[in-house]
């Protein structure tokens, strides 16, 4: 039986891919810590070579279907909130929306509401190509930098390196370059890590450049909702 410390239990959406959920769930178990508190969550796992092929063909209700399934499952498990671990899968929120059983602590709107708070009016993105292109993150009250288009094939590569264990130092290094010729030269304040593994190789004090990393912002909201 639930106790009144006791916070609500989470469904988390992993596999986007399995890096990214190891690094929310030490995230949410550190948070929980932090404030005396143990997490309660389910994971279910998606497949991210399922899923990402969905988002890059623009499939987004297809998309939906697939997310909401897990979240689904975790909430006949008793989760009465849902999160999902990458940001490239939110680009369907409007369609997951309507499927939902249980409420969803959306990314785009928790880090939207940081830029707010930090004061950024132009911003830049690294993530899939899919993310970089997309619209989700009109909602951020600022203006977002398309980069030319070799530049967002070199990022989605660059993050896709990192999502299957092949990068390297050097690539990382191009990747700190391109985020100064963002600042430099189209007049971006900071670079939002909209892709949840690059807060697995670098963060907002050992980036090089200024940047928000989205997973952090995101775990932080997520335990503030299910504690508060």
Do not use: W
């Not at 410390?5 to 990214?20: F, I, S, T, Y």
């Amino acid at each position: 039986m639930r106790n009144d410390k006791d916070g609500r239990v989470l469904g988390l959406v992993g596999g986007l891919g399995p890096n990214a959920t190891v690094y929310y769930y030490n995230g949410l178990i550190a948070a929980h810590k932090a404030r005396g508190r143990v997490a309660r969550m389910l994971i279910a796992h998606a497949d991210v070579d399922h899923g990402r092929p969905l988002a890059e063909a623009g499939k987004l209700d297809e998309l939906a279907r697939y997310l909401n399934g897990f979240i689904d499952a975790t909430a006949a498990g008793g989760a009465e909130m849902a999160a999902i671990v990458a940001v490239t899968p939110h680009i369907c929120t409007a369609q997951l929306t309507p499927l939902l059983k249980i409420p969803l602590i959306d990314m785009v709107s928790v880090v939207a509401d940081e830029v707010r708070t930090r004061g950024f009016k132009r911003i830049a993105l690294f993530g899939t190509r899919s993310t970089v292109r997309s619209r989700m993150f009109g909602r951020l009250g600022a203006d977002v930098v398309v980069p030319a288009d070799d530049e967002i094939e070199f990022i989605n590569n660059a993050y896709l390196d990192v999502v299957y264990d092949r990068s390297t130092p050097a690539g990382l290094d191009r990747l700190r370059e391109l985020a100064h010729t963002l600042i430099r030269r189209d007049g971006a304040e900071a670079v939002l890590l909209a892709g949840t593994d690059l807060s697995m190789v670098m963060d907002e004090h050992s980036a090089g450049f200024p940047t928000l990393d989205c997973a952090g912002v995101h775990i932080a909201a997520i335990t503030k909702k299910l504690l508060d």
